[in-house]
């Protein structure tokens, strides 16, 4: 039996776990890492305990099955997520600014106006906006004195969260294409740095990582390692379209996390939105031609159920919400409109702030319970309908993962909105499935058509309302977004 290894670095956790060569888990750890919020803009992580976080699972695991028995590791992670660190020592220099963080809007406002990056900009794909990695750098450069300091002195690395975990492992700065696409500073053509856009912004080019293809020989550490080689690294959205085995252009998945993340593979074209979408890259393979994907992105999904425990008290454990939820027969006429950091796609709106509207003597804690895990399917119909708009085809059925995928009435609930097929796979840790196969393909040599091997579907929901209840559901949305956009 041949096995391999995945690192997954998320927004609220750290895992290691390992898969044999038919795609099942063998063993696992995971350690949860703190939130950092100390004001209504700012989100932030603890470097040094990201960095421990990995440590303690690999070594956990390792103490349960040696991990010499593994072919390859991969390494998944948040995304945008940024955070500048001494070269000469790896010392962090400030908090990582976490892809949720808006602090940046005022540099995000003034990049805009530079009019000579307008072209520079729109080679990334991306919109200028406070998600991507680098207003949070020139936040880190303007502020930070310690970071102000290791540029002068040439030493200086910035990264996001799979350059910070390369270094650690293999002392190397290096970065692969997925991630190096999410920092509003790559070239997607070309898959090099702007320049123009870096001498413009004082960033220095030698303070950034390499970037490499997805699938790579990235090296190992001897000690934590035990130098099982890094061949795969792919943000985490990537990583899931990969483990959903969206290989073909058209193939679409939506994963349920912190936020929704919907991506639908469009091969070696790059598919400019016209409704408010992402161009990206969805893997490259070395010695071959990028991928792209097509990319929406929602902020608040998961978290929305968190707020309901945290901050209301509504419900003991996020589980508890589909009981809840369950309690009433629908809605109540009660919409929410979960934008805590502004709206992501297809708005693209900072100004947006969270809504509860249709409220009546008749509502109670069920209908805010129901209204806020239908909010999550009906962003997710946002993202969906805009792709089909911008690559002209329809969707039969969508590809789903993420912890709220286990939410039934929610899946039955996305699949009414969407009208269509909604397919769940057996495994859920579709994303840390999905660089480790990516690193165990690649060591092995093996073609990407393999990755279907991995996987088989466990649950399927389909629509089960009438077209009238559903654009009338949809109409309500509508007016709830314009209640949220209208807020300043």
């Known amino acids: 039996m041949k096995y391999f290894g995945s690192i997954d670095q998320g927004t609220t956790s750290s895992r290691f776990i390992v898969f044999n060569e038919k795609g099942n888990i063998v063993t696992h750890h995971q350690e949860e890492i703190n939130q950092h919020i100390p004001n209504v803009v700012s989100v932030e992580h603890d470097p040094t305990e990201i960095w421990d976080s990995v440590k303690k699972c ?110 650690k492992l293999t002392g190397e700065h290096v970065t692969d294409v997925t991630n190096a696409s999410r920092t509003l500073l790559m070239d997607l053509n070309s898959l090099e740095w702007i320049d123009d856009i870096l001498e413009t912004l004082g960033i220095p ?111 003991n454990e996020s589980k508890d919400v589909e009981a809840l939820a369950l309690s009433v027969k629908d809605n109540g006429d009660v919409y929410f409109v979960p934008a805590f950091s502004g709206l992501f796609s297809p708005h693209w709106d900072e100004t947006a702030r969270g809504v509860l509207v249709g409220l009546s003597r008749y509502s109670n804690k069920s209908h805010i319970a129901r209204a806020v895990l239908e909010s999550v399917a009906f962003q997710s119909y946002e993202l969906l309908d805009s792709m089909e708009k911008d ?32 397919i769940s796979q057996k495994i859920n840790e579709i994303t840390a499935l999905g660089v480790g196969a990516a690193s165990y393909l690649f060591i092995n040599d093996l073609p990407f058509e393999n990755m279907g091997n991995f996987i088989s579907q466990s649950k399927t929901w389909n629509p089960n309302i009438d077209s009238n209840q559903r654009e009338n559901y949809l109409f309500k949305w509508s007016k709830a977004i314009s209640k949220a956009r209208q807020w300043t």
């Open 58 to 167: 690999i070594l956990k695991v390792d103490s349960e099955f040696s991990i010499k028995q593994l072919d390859s590791i991969g390494i998944t992670n948040q995304r945008e997520t940024t955070l500048a660190w001494k070269k000469s020592t790896s010392e962090p220099l400030y908090n990582a600014i976490v892809w949720q963080d808006t602090r940046t809007q005022d540099i995000c406002d003034e990049l805009k106006q530079i009019d000579k990056l307008t072209d520079e900009f729109s080679k990334t794909g991306l919109p200028i906006a406070t998600y991507f990695s680098v207003s949070k750098i020139l936040w880190l450069l303007r502020n930070i004195d310690d970071v102000q300091k290791a540029k002068s002195n040439d030493d200086l690395c910035f990264g996001t969260i799979d350059s910070w975990l390369l270094y």
């Open 205 to 315: 080019k030698a303070s950034l990582p390499s970037i490499k293809p997805s699938m790579f020989n990235y090296g190992t550490n001897d000690k934590i390692l035990k130098n099982i080689p890094i061949t795969a690294v792919l943000g985490d959205q990537q990583a899931s379209l990969f483990g959903q085995n969206c290989i073909n252009p058209g193939d679409v998945k939506n994963t349920y996390g912190t936020g929704c993340f919907a991506l639908t593979n469009t091969g070696k074209n790059i598919v400019h939105s016209n409704n408010g979408l992402l161009s990206t890259i969805a893997y490259q393979r070395e010695g071959s031609s990028a991928q792209y994907a097509l990319e929406g992105s929602v902020s608040i999904a998961g978290a929305a159920v968190q707020w309901l425990r945290d901050n209301l008290n509504l419900i």
């Open 391 to 422: 690559i002209g085809i329809k969707f039969d059925s969508v590809n789903v993962d993420g912890g709220m995928v286990n939410n039934n009435l929610l899946m039955q609930f996305q699949s009414d909105i969407f009208d269509k097929k909604v």
